[in-house]
């Protein structure tokens, strides 16, 4: 990455969105890369019990649910996106199960559904972009580092693991703010990123 004099953290991080959404494949991996992706996750995981959550893609992100299906980690904590900057809201859902449309035209699952409660969580992110320091470059709006830095407030176990395409890995270090939250993990449909692997 070019730091592009002038421009603030906040601008530095807009000039690059663009570009990394554009690039990011038209197709989903394929079977054999979500079992790869499957098994990579399996390994990171926490000794149960501990409660999933995952998303919807939009904009072309890489889909978590087959993964989710694999883990048999039904139901699974899906977001609800507050109309002010805040945490986000999980509630558990399961295929099958009610949905709304929310704030950006996501689908989430309605208020009444039941609350994430665990005391031990695995949080399956989507990103923009990352880097080999595994920060995560959003789409600008805080919700997730809002989200991690609650719940480890809450005093909760939280395993932070970001889904990618190998194409959302910068190769220089992202502008960073204080309030980006570093990931545990970025698995991508080839490779595992984590501080043992980082290349």
Known sequence: M?????????????ALRGALITGRPSQQPSARQYDFMAKAIRALLPTP?????AYLPIRRELDPL?????LAAFPVGLPR??????????????PGDALEEGLFKTQEPPKTAL??????????????????????????????????????TQGRDVTALGLAYDS????????????????????????????????
């Open 2 to 14: 070019v730091q592009r004099v002038g421009l603030s953290l906040t601008e530095q991080k807009a």
């Open 66 to 70: 087959p993964i989710v299906e694999q």
């Open 115 to 152: 609350e994430l409660t665990g005391s031990t969580l695995v949080i399956l992110l989507p990103l923009v972009g990352f880097d080999q320091g595994l920060f995560r470059l959003g789409y600008g709006g805080g919700f997730y580092d809002r989200t991690l830095d609650l719940f480890r």
């Open 81 to 94: 996106t507050p109309h002010a900057p805040g945490p986000l809201d999980f509630r558990l859902w399961s």
């Open 49 to 53: 019990p501990f409660q999933l959550t």
């Open 168 to 199: 959302q890995r910068v190769t220089e270090p992202l502008p960073v703010e204080p309030t980006d939250e570093v990931l545990h993990a970025v698995i991508t449909p080839t490779t595992v990123y984590d501080p043992l692997h980082l290349t």
